[in-house]
């Protein structure tokens, strides 16, 4: 009984109650989350300017930011509190939701499920990483390469960044990459469940990149490098997602194995007796 949800269900109004309080703490959380990000703005923006700073010293150029609207910076500043927000309160709000649906679930399946609600947020830092170490350079690289100076053409072309176009585009590439690297928790839930298979996916293998690189392309800013950037991590994810759900399968089987050993053994003994 210790393992069947059964054994402590609530009426609908318990279930309410239950729901509004995981909601009150999730709010609060992300509230005072937000405005102490909110307070720090500048120095988490300026964190974020860093891998542009740095090419931008090395290509030369106007080392600067501007916002051409009176309100620009503002908001800019309160888009990055709110982003920020989001990232660190994700680990609570998770737990929140896990509190709320787990006294629904067996044993076992708090037991598969555990796993991925740790797995899930490394990979996302670990993908959020990769793109600000890595991928941010190189591409900041290509696209301020497409300056000119005097010498080279008519007139200067120079870029002027933009404090709130630049906000943008990084938490677009930080979201895509570390969204992308879900894909192993996504495909060992779903072969855990038994809608995909490690053989499936491996005869499905030319059709998954074509599908990567479709993905990449409309995810992340229109260049090469971050696309083939992102499509290379997620073709290695793949990878790995096929291995992992072989060890899934193969655990899986065992159990049943286990279970039918189990299941001989008790009609042998109620026959003998």
Known sequence: MAENPDSHTMPL????????????????????????????????YDFLVIPFANVMEEVGGTNRMIYTALTEAFFTQIKVGFFAAA??????????????????????????????????????????????????????RFLLGFQTGADESVLPIELEARVGEYLG????????????????????????????????????????????FVFAAVVTPPDVISQI??????????????????????KREEAWAADADDDGFEDTDFNET
Do not use: N
């Open 229 to 250: 950037g992102l499509a290379i991590p997620m073709m290695l994810l793949y990878e790995v997602s096929i291995y992992a759900c072989r060890i899934v399968e193969r």
């Open 13 to 44: 109004l318990d279930h309410l109650i239950e729901l509004r309080t995981r909601l009150i703490w999730s709010v609060f959380g992300f509230l005072f989350t937000f405005f102490a990000c909110f307070y720090f703005a500048q120095p988490i």
């Open 169 to 212: 585009l990084v938490m677009q590439l930080i979201f895509a990459f570390g969204i992308s690297f879900q894909l192993p928790v996504v495909l060992v839930l779903l072969a855990r469940v038994g809608i995909v298979s490690a053989q499936g996916l491996a005869e499905r293998r030319k059709y998954a990149i074509v599908c990567v």
């Open 87 to 140: 990232f660190v309160t994700f680990p609570l709000i998770a737990t929140q939701i896990w509190m709320f649906i787990a006294p629904g679930l067996y044993q076992h399946e708090k037991g598969a499920l555990a796993p991925f609600l740790v797995a899930s947020p490394i990979l996302f830092l670990a993908g959020a990483s990769f793109v600000y170490y890595f991928i941010m350079p190189m591409a900041w």
